[in-house]
């Protein structure tokens, strides 16, 4: 269609012309900018008779209205963006400063993911493990069925075909989302790649993921993500909050793709990816796992310090990695997203100045603090509150209350990071040396190790342990154990998640190094001992170094450990004394940490591979 020209005769009507479109000539020739305009606008765009015949048969239970089908065009975006501006789901922001942004306030009860409510329906709970909540398929499917009956009346129902990665990737998989949400048409349209590439990435196969969403009447009671992992579906009602009701991100690209991923002999993990070049000019790629609203995106957008010349650090994502071993025994990553879907508060131009960048156009805010004459705020922002500032919840805003929420969001293509990697469409991914895992540790955890072999990483990443944050409902700054930081996300039981882990090692003749970190241990007067942000660089070196051989390390109980003269300071404002004690492995806390990873292979008992119960005997008697 791009540069089409439609002829128009004298008299003829032109039905849809998008509002701001210049008809400045007539003379029954009209040359259209197609961007601007989509003639197809909501109608159906596939004649694929397994996604025809399931939208039908959805329609018949949702009872929407219309149903609208999305084709990712400019003139869709334009058109949709108006009616939420109309409905109130987005306000414009101030055209000037934020060219393109909408703010969303969420409804005050749906803020954050509810884990709680999150389930994986197997045939049998065994399959879908201790830490995940079940129930029978046939059950979930009934109750669900039963509250999605008759729920899009009077609305309209938005087909959205995208893809999570590249075009024309092995790895690349294909969703259909069903949802009655004009806030998730347009975040999904940011996060995925929505339109015909997912049509002709599927061809004549029926292996897409079929989701559906509901808004319901967006009430607790009547909130369940529910995940059927063997027919390839999610439904996801009473939400409109990112994590719940994008179903390509943590429903698709990690439950169901973790479930996948076994059973096709590749990798889901909610991992970052970022290039680091060298001033040769010599890229090497890590993937790391953090907890949500651990600092992924900081980490994925990190700009080295000023000592640092000549390296940069480039993203290819900031919150997802699909793997798999490539023909040379390498492990091969792509990010299956398109866009970020950001924690917001803290973020400024001295955190991560590229996801300022990234946010400052096309970008979808949710509970952000906002003025009436739209422009934004939230706590760390870089410059002071404006005058009349609301709060997330559009109250006017008093000093020492919350202005933004602590879970407010930034969706913004990924196109607008200016470091973005350019291998970032590769169909093939990208090689990843080293991985990375990390929690959020007041005590016990030093900032940086290296694990003995692929074996004792399994175990230092199944033994990850965090505190909780904003990201999901429940105890904030409570030490949990996140195995991989995959404990909300793994679409099956987590003692047989270790054991696909373990055995992905046959098929990597060059594995990976793994490595954990922690950039968040306090002394005992309650301060921070490591800066972090982009001073990260200087363990992240150490990293890449260790992955490239150029660099020795200390053996200790824990595992490899850098000699602190190997962690370049240069430039760095910094009190030696305080490196040394966040390095410290302190065997009395050791002891209690031990302890507490019980608590988790306790309850996989029946299901842990034998391999982490030596680790756990090896570690013990190191110590
Ligand atoms: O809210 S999301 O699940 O999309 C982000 C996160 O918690 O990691
Ligand atoms: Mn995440």
Same mark, same amino acid.
């Given at each position: 269609m791009e540069g089409a020209t439609v002829r128009v005769s004298p008299g003829?009507?032109?039905?849809k012309v998008v509002a701001g479109?210049?008809?400045?000539?007539?003379? +029954?020739?009209l040359n259209l900018n197609i961007d601007r305009i989509?003639? =197809?606008? +909501?109608?159906?765009?596939?004649?694929?008779p397994a996604i025809s015949a399931w939208v039908e048969k959805t329609a018949e239970l949702c009872q929407p209205d219309q149903v609208f089908w999305c084709s990712g065009s400019e003139a869709e975006k334009q058109s949709l963006t108006d009616l939420a501006v109309r409905q109130g789901t987005l306000s414009p922001l101030d055209r000037k400063k934020w060219p393109g942004c909408y703010l969303h306030r969420s409804n005050? #009860?749906?803020v954050a993911r509810v884990e709680e409510l !999150?389930?994986?329906?197997?045939?049998?709970?065994e399959e879908a493990g201790p830490t995940n909540h079940w129930a029978p398929p046939a059950e979930m499917y009934d109750k669900l069925h039963r509250l999605a009956h008759g729920a899009m009346k009077g609305r309209t129902m938005y087909v959205v075909p995208y893809l =999570?990665?590249? @075009? +024309?990737?092995?790895l690349t998989k294909v969703g259909i989302e069903l949802t009655d949400s004009v806030y998730v048409v347009l975040s999904m349209r940011v996060m995925a790649r929505v339109g015909a590439v997912a049509y002709e990435h599927l +061809?004549?196969? #029926?292996?897409f993921n079929r989701g559906l969403h509901c808004m319901l009447d967006i009430h607790p009671e009547r909130r369940f993500i529910a995940h059927f992992p063997q027919d390839n579906a999610i439904i996801s009602v009473g939400s409109n909050y990112g994590g719940n009701v994008?179903?390509?991100?943590?429903?698709?690209?990690?439950r169901i793709g973790s479930y996948l991923g076994r059973r096709e002999g590749w990798m889901a993990e909610h991992m970052l990816i970022l290039g680091v070049e060298d001033p040769q000019g010599e890229k090497t790629y890590i993937a790391a796992a953090f907890p949500s609203a651990c600092g992924k995106t900081n980490f994925a957008m990190l700009i080295p310090p000023k000592?640092?010349?000549?390296w940069k650090v480039w993203t290819v994502g900031d919150d997802i990695a699909w793997m798999k071993p490539g023909a040379d025994g390498r492990l091969f990553a792509i990010?299956?997203?398109?866009g970020y879907f950001g924690v917001v508060p803290g973020t400024n131009f001295r955190s991560n100045p590229n996801a300022m960048l990234s946010m400052q156009k096309d970008t979808i805010f949710t509970n952000v603090a906002a003025t009436a004459g739209g422009d934004i705020w939230w706590e760390g922002?870089?410059?002071e509150p404006p005058e009349g500032l609301l709060d997330w919840q559009g109250r006017p805003w008093t000093k020492g209350?919350?202005?933004?929420?602590?879970n407010s969001r930034f969706c913004a @293509? =990924?196109? #607008?990071?200016?470091?973005?990697?350019?291998?970032?469409? #590769?169909?093939?991914g990208v090689p990843i040396s080293g991985i990375i895992f990390g929690g959020r540790r007041a005590? !016990? =955890? @030093?900032l940086a190790f290296q694990a003995f072999n692929w074996i004792h990483g399994v175990y230092v990443g199944a033994t990850m342990g965090s505190e909780m944050t904003a990201a999901a409902v429940g105890t904030v700054g409570q030490v949990r154990r996140d195995p991989m930081a995959m404990l909300p996300f793994c679409g099956y039981n987590l003692g047989d998640y270790f054991g696909h882990w373990l055995k992905m090692r046959k098929n990597l003749q060059k594995p990976p190094k793994i490595f954990q970190v922690n950039w968040f241990r306090k002394s005992?007067?309650?301060?921070?001992l490591w800066p972090g942000f982009g001073e990260n660089m200087r363990i992240l070196k150490w990293i890449v170094d260790r992955c490239r051989g150029r660099v020795g390390a200390d053996e200790t109980p824990l595992g490899w450990m850098p000699?602190?003269?190997?962690?370049?300071?240069?430039?760095l404002d910094y009190e030696k004394s305080k490196l040394a004690e966040a390095f410290k492995i302190d065997v009395e806390d050791w002891k209690k940490e031990v302890l507490a990873q019980d608590e988790l292979f306790i309850k996989l008992h029946s299901d842990l591979p034998m391999e982490l119960h030596f680790q756990r005997e090896l570690l013990i008697s190191r110590l």
């Open positions: 003829q009507t032109i039905r479109t210049m008809i400045n000539a007539y003379d +029954g020739r989509d003639l =197809m606008l +909501g109608k159906k765009n596939t004649d694929h005050p #009860n749906d !999150t389930f994986i329906c197997t045939a049998s709970q =999570m990665g590249p @075009p +024309g990737s092995p +061809g004549q196969r #029926n292996d994008l179903l390509g991100k943590k429903c698709l690209a990690l000592h640092f010349e000549g990010n299956p997203e398109a922002k870089d410059e209350e919350k202005a933004a929420h602590p @293509p =990924m196109t #607008n990071n200016p470091a973005l990697d350019r291998e970032t469409d #590769n169909p093939n005590t !016990t =955890m @030093p005992a007067s309650g301060e921070f000699d602190p003269s190997d962690i370049d300071l240069g430039g």
